[in-house]
């Protein structure tokens, strides 16, 4: 007892050292669960939550930092960092502001496991912006480009047999003053650009894995056959077996939950299998029914590898419907529906681009279907695995954008040189098929953005929220369109395009070649002003309603919305339910989905549905969800 007593006070004196290194910095709004955060230990849960090992270990926590200049090959530590929180955000606990010409460093210590001894060490990131160079014990491991896609290494070759291992990490980041797709971050602030992100943003973990083992996969329903398509990348060596079983309900079979009944069994031959499913059971906002998934490999009957997930049997598809007009709408699972959510940056005020706990993360997700909508434009933002598992647990389809490489702002402009100001002022054209330009693009921009948006949908496909992907919005940073939308198709053949979310339509490749979904975007009040029937034809954004809540607003000048900014939250009410009024006539007429804008407050703007601190709920929650509701029904009558 002695003994107990005493590892526990080693660890409450830890702990209590860990908080007095850091601490929250900056005098603005924060979240509720910015007090929750345990410094030693931010964001525990397991990050891949479509491939669970029993086996890992967390690196989130205080690491040592410092800024460089961009050439620099080492460091002396400043101080320390809270991993994985950005480095200009509150919660990294240092808050400065970062250019191209630094470097930013991370470095802490590690060790190894005993009973990790004779197995693969993988470490993965979840997603670090912009580019990252890794290091551990002094070796180059490996280099990554691109801020919003996981990456890993095995570092298995350059761990010291014993002891204490160290991990470093180099970044550097142009934001909007280069090529690399950032969306919403400008180094100029204002309006609807938000404060930049640089460096480690997602979990940084660590698993062992056999020699034999599963790297990937990917599953494909047809609710039409019964049965799902399974690809899997394992690496095996002559002789192992690798299986897929599907199971009834939830994330995979564990000792915790022997209960769960397998439905299906198969062999995986050439990295490919297929499951029959008796008794379809499909996914939808009404019913996110989700399919355990376990992964197998096989050496001598003994299994060496596996691996929990989940998936679910749902279809996403282009239908008409039955008016006169006969109207192009979307169908999931075969049945007409209308989809209606708010568009969702993704923005914190105290950790930026990171939910400050996995609670937070899941709450966006929460009220956005207690306020009756289905569906979330992810907008010019990706965001980590457990959000889209969120999304598929409670059952709310996910448009995902790609984050724009550019803009036409003129007010972010001066930040930049003037080669980018020249590529990326092109003109957008919001309501006519004609007018609007193309970004005069380099080479190596669009090698990039091809490169980046194929790791983005290669890396959360698997996730069966997604059900549209949106390449290009109001024109920023557009290029080649029809080029893109074949790109997009190749990739995923399984989901809806929208290539030009709010202007900029190009059909020079023909209505094929311009991809689903014709989109306009209209503020504040819906209007569709372009419309096109051999389309489904989408109102992609609208309302913007503005309404500051004192003491939940971002320390900035200009607190705006679109239109007159509202005094109450019966006035912004009264102004939700007369746009409804209207989107209701387009609905009868030929538009299939609506999109209002927006989910939070973010930095100036103070046009959401909750405060940017979602403390404050400014709406009616049982009022707008019936009235949320009601829009989606009315599609089907």
């Known amino acids: 007892m002695k003994r107990v007593a005493a590892l526990f006070a080693f660890f409450a004196m830890a702990a209590g050292l860990n908080a007095q290194q850091w601490a929250p910095v900056g005098e603005n709004i924060r979240t509720p669960w910015a007090d929750e955060i345990d410094p030693s230990a931010p964001l525990p849960e397991y990050p891949r939550p479509q491939m669970v090992r029993s086996s890992w270990m967390n690196l989130n926590g205080l690491w040592n930092y410092a800024v460089t200049e961009a050439s620099s090959e080492s460091f ?7 991993v994985p929180f950005a480095l200009e955000s509150s919660l990294s606990g240092v808050g400065r502001r970062f250019t191209r010409d630094n470097a930013l460093w991370y470095e802490r210590e590690f060790t190894v496991p005993r009973s990790w001894k004779g197995k693969n060490v993988i470490l993965h990131f979840g997603a670090v912006d912009w580019m990252a160079e890794v290091y551990v014990n002094n070796v180059l491991i490996g280099e990554h480009k691109g801020g919003y896609d996981p990456f890993s290494f095995d570092v298995t070759h350059a761990l010291k047999k014993s002891g204490k291992q160290t991990l470093k990490v180099k970044v550097q980041d142009a934001t909007d003053n280069s090529f690399q797709p950032r969306g919403k971050q400008c180094i100029i602030n204002a309006g609807i650009w938000y404060t930049p992100v640089t460096g480690i943003w997602q979990t940084v973990w660590m698993e062992p894995v056999s020699s034999a083992y599963v790297k990937n996969y990917y599953a494909v329903s047809d609710i039409d056959k019964g049965e799902i398509a399974f690809e899997v990348d394992a690496r095996t060596a002559d002789g192992d077996v690798v299986k897929v079983a599907l199971l009834e ?9 022997p209960s769960q009944t397998v439905l299906a069994e198969t062999v995986v031959e050439n990295g490919k299998a297929v499951v029959k499913v008796a008794d379809v059971k499909t996914w939808s906002p009404d019913s996110p029914y989700l399919y355990g998934v376990k992964l197998s490999v096989e050496r001598n009957g003994k299994v060496v590898d596996s691996v929990d997930g989940y998936t679910a049997m749902r279809k996403i598809s282009v239908a008409v419907d039955s008016s006169p007009n006969r109207y192009k709408r979307m169908a999931l699972n075969n049945e007409l529906l209308f989809h209606f959510g708010p568009l969702d940056q993704g923005w914190w005020p105290d950790g930026l681009y990171t939910a400050p706990t996995d609670e937070a993360l899941e709450f966006d997700v929460v009220k956005t279907k207690e306020l009756g909508f289905n569906m979330i434009r992810k907008h010019i933002k990706v965001e980590p695995a457990r959000w889209y598992y969120y999304c598929d647990l409670h059952g709310v389809m996910v448009w995902q954008d790609m984050p724009c490489i550019g803009d036409h702002s003129k007010t972010v402009m001066p930040a930049r040189d003037e080669d980018i100001r020249n590529i990326v002022s092109n003109k957008w054209s919001s309501d006519s098929f004609f007018g609007g330009t193309y970004c005069d693009v380099p080479v190596q921009w669009k090698d990039n953005y091809y490169r980046e948006w194929a ?32 790109f997009t198709r190749e990739l995923d053949p399984t989901r809806l395009i929208n290539p030009a979310s709010g202007g900029n339509y190009d059909f020079s490749a023909g209505v094929e070649g311009f991809g689903d979904i014709l989109d306009v975007h209209h503020y504040p009040c819906p209007a569709m002003n372009v419309f096109e029937r051999k389309f489904v034809n989408v109102l992609g954004e609208y309302g913007g309603i503005g309404y500051p809540v004192d003491g939940h607003t971002w320390i900035i000048e200009r607190k705006w919305g679109y239109g007159k900014v509202k005094e109450s939250s019966e006035e912004l009410m009264k102004q939700y339910e007369d746009f409804l009024e209207m989107l209701r006539t387009f609905v009868t007429n030929g538009c299939a989905a609506a999109v209002y804008t927006q989910t939070t407050d973010v930095e100036g703007e103070v046009n959401g549905l909750m405060t940017y601190d979602r403390k404050v709920v400014k709406v009616d929650m049982p009022r707008i969800a019936a009235a949320n509701k009601a829009v989606i029904d009315s599609m089907s009558r």
């Open 76 to 82: 002396v530590p400043e101080g320390k960092i809270l």
């Open 249 to 257: 309900g939830g994330i995979g079979y564990s000792a915790e939950s």
């Open 455 to 486: 790791n983005i949908i290669n890396a959360f496909k698997n996730f069966q929220c997604i059900v549209v992907w949106v390449p290009f919005n109001e024109a920023w940073g557009q290029f080649d369109t029809p080029e893109v939308v074949k």
